[in-house]
């Protein structure tokens, strides 16, 4: 063959080639361009009329520096068939109000399968949330259990999610975040005036199925908590769910309804007097209950104080209680009214609201986060919170009878259902933690 033929044959075929590679360029190219024109969404955490239901996992995510602008985890959504602890169906909700007693829903979630929320307002200004992740299993990590905050830095509109970091204390040396057995619960969390912030929270002493009461912990950033200390030791029972306000020049504890423990510094309290804190009853039925402290705040111009009361009934929904002096209440609203109530108009609710919390904001509004059901929790739950449980809630909650000998009982609160890490490792309110 004639080199010229054999040279113009080989430029052909190197033409060939370029158009190919060209080709299989370009074709790179446009799904590159397909793959940045439609990115992956982010989740949206408004919510809709039907719930999510728990399904698939997501990759491991790994614990980010207490700085960083990012969250630890995302929050859970929807219901955990596999869970029989009906704890792991509550979920919590956001509403804001004008004035701190009349309140509309937001249709925000925080978290489902999550519980006990303090909302607080940091140094910054920032809006957090501190609750207890119940369980997450599409996180495929340990998140069962554990305490969390939410943190916003626009008034409640997008929040990050970190979890605590908190130290044991001396005497409940397994009662710690991360891999605590259990960790610290019921989060109660303050601003002091010096920048610091003080947990409060629920730990079981010196054994995991030793007395749980209160402790206090200390940090500078709000996310990692050392130096426990507890506030006191239980005379009688147990002490759960800590709600702390200072009036006046000293420092109140209350553990669920009880009469509140004292105290000059916020750290080393008195024992509280026995009976329970319950100004105002309210009827379920034929029997009177006495409501269920959920948050205190301290109000300005003219100084008072708020308490937002919740009657744990399907029913009874919140309240508000106010006092110039921390010793003298007034309801704020009639016997038929209610801050927030269980409505059918309410799709993202179910079955009945619990643990309000409340904060004023910057621009002078508030905004609560509280506690309901998931819709569509199984009946088998909701059943499972009746009858016996409910007898065992009256024993704390309903106003003493004479005739009946004082019993041996917690401080704070059972019959809500609730059967959280602690409970069911020191046998605390066994009716809660029946599966």
Not at 5 to 20: P, Q, S, V
Not at 66 to 90: M, R, V, W
Not at 358 to 373: C, H, I, K, N, Q
């Amino acid at each position: 063959m004639p080199k010229s033929k054999i040279l113009i044959l080989g430029g052909i075929g190197i033409l060939f080639l370029f158009i190919a590679f060209l080709g299989a360029f370009l074709i790179l190219k446009n799904s590159s361009y397909q793959l940045q024109k439609f990115p992956q969404q982010p989740i949206n955490y408004e919510l809709t009329s039907k719930p999510t239901l728990f399904s698939e996992t997501t990759p491991p995510q790994n614990l980010t520096p207490t700085t960083s602008k990012s969250s630890d985890f995302e929050p859970c959504l929807g219901i955990d068939n596999s869970q029989t602890n009906p704890i792991a169906y509550h979920r919590i909700l956001l509403a804001n109000s004008k004035d701190g007693l009349h309140f509309t829903r937001m249709n925000k979630l925080i978290s489902d399968r999550a519980s006990v929320p303090d909302i607080m307002i940091d140094k910054e200004g920032n809006v957090r949330i501190y609750f207890v992740l119940i369980t997450c299993k599409e996180q495929s990590q340990d998140l069962n259990n554990i305490p969390v905050v939410a943190i916003s830095t626009d008034n409640g509109k997008n929040w990050i999610y970190k979890k605590l970091i908190v130290e044991a204390p001396n005497d409940a040396f397994y009662c710690k975040a991360p891999g605590g057995s259990p960790s610290p619960v019921d989060p109660e969390v303050l601003l002091m005036p010096d920048g610091t912030y003080r947990l409060y929270a629920t730990c079981p002493q010196n054994t995991p199925q030793g007395t749980p009461m209160t402790y206090v912990f200390f940090s500078n950033d709000g996310i990692y908590f050392s130096g426990a200390k507890h506030t006191y030791i239980p005379a009688d029972g147990i002490a759960l769910d800590p709600v702390v306000v200072k009036f006046g020049q000293t420092w109140n504890l209350f553990n669920g309804n009880s009469n509140p423990a004292t105290s000059s510094d916020g750290i080393t309290f008195s024992p509280p007097n026995k009976g329970i804190f319950c100004p105002f009853k309210f009827k379920e039925g034929e029997k009177e209950k006495c409501y269920v402290i959920g948050d205190a705040l301290t109000l300005e111009n003219p100084l008072g104080y708020r308490i937002y009361l919740f009657g744990d009934t399907p029913t009874e929904g919140f309240k508000s209680i106010f006092s110039p002096d921390g010793k003298n209440w007034t309801m704020e609203q009639k016997s038929n009214e209610y801050i927030l109530t269980i409505t059918p108009q309410a799709t993202e609710e179910y079955h009945k609201l619990m643990f309000p919390t409340v904060a004023r904001l910057s621009d002078g509004t508030y905004l609560m986060a509280y506690e309901t059901f998931i819709p569509g929790t199984p009946s088998k739950i909701i059943e499972s919170l009746s009858l016996e449980k409910e007898k065992e809630g009256e024993q704390i909650f309903s106003p003493p009878q004479q005739s009946t000998p004082p019993l041996k009982k917690p401080v704070g609160k059972c019959g809500d259902g609730i059967c959280d890490s602690i409970e069911k490792t020191t046998n605390t309110c066994p009716l809660d933690c029946l599966k």
